[in-house]
T-cell receptor, first 115, second 113 residues
Framework: AQKVTQAQTEISVVEKEDVTLDCVYETRDTTYYLFWYKQPPSGELVFLIRRNSFDEQNEISGRYSWNFQKSTSSFNFTITASQVVDSAVYFCALQYGGATNKLIFGTGTLLAVQP | DAGVTQSPTHLIKTRGQHVTLRCSPISGHKSVSWYQQVLGQGPQFIFQYYEKEERGRGNFPDRFSARQFPNYSSELNVNALLLGDSALYLC????????????FGPGTRLTVL
């Protein structure tokens, strides 16, 4: 079965703290893709990163970094020096082999950054 | 370039009615997918269309249907609305069928009374 688990329902931090959002996935496919999306209160899902199953290199983009570990089926997302504008719901998603580009989403983590 | 656009933004319907939601993809994108997001949950896949053909369907009843037009825009139709159909309906577009990144529109918030 294909599944994405985001065990953290809500996280609250104070501005400038670092925060890590966890994502654990399940799939039997050897080729798959993992994504992170941000959903601010406006509702639109904003694409953050796409990673394929053959590329385990960690990635850094400004204050954002991602740690992909196939051994633990995890694709965690860290925000360094968090800001109030980072407050949103963050979704991890899995796209696996098949005829469609269907995304399987986790239940999301609500991040609240307090000033 | 313009992103994915959806209309209307908000919609209120009563049980048993029919609704049509519209989506225009990013220019050059040929695939459109629809997702339903119930409050507090992650989006659930409803349909994917590519080159005007249905390429995938999620676990939704036949009351849900969709189509894609020659200009790659798409409509999602829901018949015989139920209270449980109240949700945010998201449209996403991508270049092709598989593995391409999907970019989402702002969504249509449907309330069924």
């Amino acid at each position: 079965a294909q599944k994405v688990t985001q065990a953290q329902t809500e996280i609250s931090v104070v501005e400038k703290e670092d925060v890590t959002l966890d994502c654990v996935y399940e799939t039997r496919d050897t080729t798959y893709y993992l994504f992170w999306y941000k959903q601010p209160p406006s509702g639109e899902l904003v694409f953050l990163i796409r990673r394929n199953s053959f590329d385990e290199q960690n990635e850094i983009s400004g204050r954002y970094s991602w740690n992909f570990q196939k051994s633990t089926s995890s694709f965690n997302f860290t925000i360094t020096a968090s800001q109030v504008v980072d407050s949103a719901v963050y979704f991890c998603a899995l796209q696996y082999g098949g005829a469609t580009n269907k995304l399987i989403f986790g239940t999301g983590t609500l991040l609240a950054v307090q000033p | 370039d313009a992103g994915v656009t959806q209309s209307p933004t908000h919609l209120i319907k009563t049980r048993g009615q029919h609704v049509t939601l519209r989506c225009s993809p990013i220019s050059g994108h040929k695939s459109v997918s629809w997702y339903q997001q119930v409050l507090g949950q992650g989006p659930q896949f409803i349909f994917q269309y590519y080159e005007k053909e249905e390429r995938g369907r999620g676990n939704f009843p036949d009351r849900f249907s969709a189509r894609q037009f020659p200009n790659y825009s798409s409509e999602l139709n829901v018949n015989a609305l139920l209270l449980g159909d109240s949700a945010l309906y998201l449209c996403a577009s991508s270049l092709g069928t598989r593995s391409d990144t999907q970019y989402f529109g702002p969504g249509t918030r449907l309330t069924v009374l």
